[in-house]
């Protein structure tokens, strides 16, 4: 049984807040998402992360990572079945299978890098605060810097 969260009151109060809404639903939805590959969401600093991705079994050129309008996309599409129908396994526990895997980012926050490291694949990430959007100190002047237009 699933429930819905009415968000009405919020509109009242808080513009421009909606697409919360959509990505609060969106989170509680009862979509199955795959577990493979398994991964790591890590804080390294205040403003950076680090995903760490299981992809035991690809090469580099078998990984795509694509950043656009806060969706991350990283895809692994393995090459060729052409050696595995001459391998007989006796046990198969490695996965192989092609995967895509999508993050939803927060504002501002950008690609930074990507490297491999033991079977990882580690993606960085940073949060770039515009300078516009950071606080900024206001001087107090001794009058009004607008015209003065009551006469």
């Not at 996309?73 to 999508?102: C, S």
């Not at 515009?130 to 006469?151: C, H, M, Q, T, V």
């Amino acid at each position: 049984m699933r429930t819905t969260t009415d968000f009405s009151p919020l509109y009242r109060s808080f513009i421009g807040f909606d697409h919360l809404a959509g990505l609060l639903d969106k989170a509680s939805r009862a979509d199955k998402q795959s577990s493979y590959p398994p991964y790591n969401i890590e804080l390294l600093a205040e403003d950076q992360y680090r995903i760490t991705m299981a992809v035991a079994g690809f090469a580099e050129e078998e990984l795509a990572i694509q950043s656009e309008h806060n969706n991350l996309v990283i895809t692994g599409t393995k090459a060729g079945e052409a050696d595995k129908t001459d391998r007989k396994f006796l046990h198969q526990g490695i996965a192989e299978r092609n995967f895509e895997r999508k993050f939803q980012l927060g504002d501002h926050v950008k690609v930074v890098g990507a490297f491999m490291e033991n079977g990882l694949l580690h993606v960085d990430l940073q949060r770039e605060i515009p300078e516009a959007l950071k606080p900024r100190k206001i001087a107090i002047n001794g009058k009004s810097l607008l015209n003065d237009n009551s006469n």
